[in-house]
Structure formats: structure tokens, C-alpha cells
T-cell receptor, first 111, second 111 residues
Framework: DQQVKQNSPSLSVQEGRISILNCDYT??????FLWYKKYPAEGPTFLIS?????DKNEDGRFTVFLNKSAKHLSLHIVPSQPGDSAVYFC??????????FGTGTRLTIIP | DSGVTQTPKHLITATGQRVTLRCSPR?????VYWYQQSLDQGLQFLIQ???????AKGNILERFSAQQFPDLHSELNLSSLELGDSALYFC??????????FGDGTRLSIL
């Protein structure tokens, strides 16, 4: 039962353009959503999060949008840089309990 | 550097053996979580400890056990190892309200 889904295994974007990574969830109990970035041979690095009471959160080049009615969130990276090339995981939880992760999207920024 | 330390980085052993993975959380974090990432899979939650007490259990096999010590470091014990236990094992820690921060993982290879 995949409660958090990232349907695009990979995405390629030109340097300087916007990268948009998508995530869908099925569990209405989730109240906290996070994005992690992962390089090979390293652990996931926390990027940005959003509470279910908000619909947008911004941190520098990274913005997360939450559409609760559609059970959908997205991560926007503007402008995309070569160092952004990594695997991005969407995750969700409720009550500060375990994280449920998507299977990840590999983002490649083309110089 | 997330502040979460995992040792060892790599572990190679044989079927039927027992291993112990160690995690030191970030300073001040009371919660410790263990996750397993098998090949091409997302991270799967195993178990959570909070201030020395087991808080939640996920899809953790009976051959696996964990504990959190008074100094808040945690150990994950894997016994009667099988080939399918080969995976990356991540530890994460968090404060009561906040994102989980991950270590760089232990890569376990069963021969």
C-alpha cells in the first residue's frame, strides 16, 4: 500500500529553468510533509517542509505547494543549478511519528 | 553534516550471523528512528525510540531488535542474517516537533 507516490522516476531540466517535482498521497491523516534530497553514498538531507494548515512554504530557491483537496504536493526549484542534481524524496507523517516516503525522483540538471 | 553519526559505514558478513549498527543522534534530539532502504526502494520505517522507550514499530522483522541507551545513542541488532537483509540502514533523529535528520547510513552486505 503506497501511501506516498512519486510517479516520475526521473526528470531532466536545463540549468537556470524551473524544476517541478510532484508527489501524491492517499492518507488524509498526514499533517506534515517534507522534501529530502539525497546524493549517492549520503543520507537524505532535509530540504523544506509544510504543515497541512498551509498551502505554500518558501525557502530561498525552494518552494513547496500543498493542495489538500487533491492530496498533492510539489517542490519548485528556481533557478535550477547543477548542484541540485540528486534524488528527491517526498515524505509525510502525522503526530511526529514515522515518515512514509515516496520512491524518489532522480533530478538531472543539464548545464 | 546532519549531526547524526552512524557506524560502521560498511559491513560485510555471512548468512546466519549477527550484527549491531550504531547511531548517535543530534545533540538534544530525544527521538531516534531506524529505516531500511533496499535496492531501488524508498525508505521503510523500522522502529522509533523516544528518550529510551520504544515509541512505534513498523515492518521490523522479529530477527531485528533495537534499543536506545541513557545517553540517547541507539543500536539496531540484526540476527540470523539472510541474503535479503542486504540493504542500507539509516538512522534519523528529531526534536519533539520538527523534521527528522538522517545519518549517512550503514551499508550491510550479506554474502
Amino acid at each position: 500500500d503506497q501511501q506516498v507516490k512519486q510517479n516520475s522516476p526521473s526528470l531532466s531540466v536545463q540549468e537556470g529553468r524551473i524544476s517541478i517535482l510532484n508527489c501524491d498521497y492517499t492518507n488524509s491523516m498526514f499533517d506534515y510533509f517534507l522534501w529530502y534530497k539525497k546524493y549517492p553514498a549520503e543520507g537524505p538531507t532535509f530540504l523544506i517542509s509544510i504543515s497541512s494548515i498551509k498551502d505554500k512554504n518558501e525557502d530561498g530557491r525552494f518552494t513547496v505547494f500543498l493542495n489538500k483537496s487533491a492530496k498533492h504536493l510539489s517542490l519548485h526549484i528556481v533557478p535550477s543549478q547543477p548542484g541540485d542534481s540528486a534524488v528527491y524524496f517526498c515524505a509525510a507523517n502525522f503526530g511526529n511519528e514515522k515518515l512514509t516516503f515516496g520512491t524518489g525522483t532522480r533530478l538531472t540538471i543539464i548545464p | 553534516d546532519s549531526g547524526v553519526t552512524q557506524t560502521p559505514k560498511h559491513l560485510i558478513t555471512a548468512t546466519g550471523q549477527r550484527v549491531t549498527l550504531r547511531c548517535s543522534p543530534r545533540s538534544g534530539d530525544l527521538s531516534v528512528y531506524w529505516y531500511q532502504q533496499s535496492l531501488d526502494q524508498g525508505l521503510q520505517f523500522l522502529i522509533q525510540y523516544y528518550n529510551g522507550e520504544e515509541r512505534a514499530k513498523g515492518n521490523i522483522l522479529e530477527r531485528f531488535s533495537a534499543q536506545q541507551f541513557p545517553d540517547l545513542h541507539s543500536e539496531l541488532n540484526l540476527s540470523s542474517l539472510e541474503l535479503g537483509d542486504s540493504a542500507l540502514y539509516f538512522c534519523a533523529s528529531s526534536v519533539a516537533e520538527g523534521p527528522q535528520h538522517f545519518g549517512d547510513g550503514t551499508r550491510l552486505s550479506i554474502l
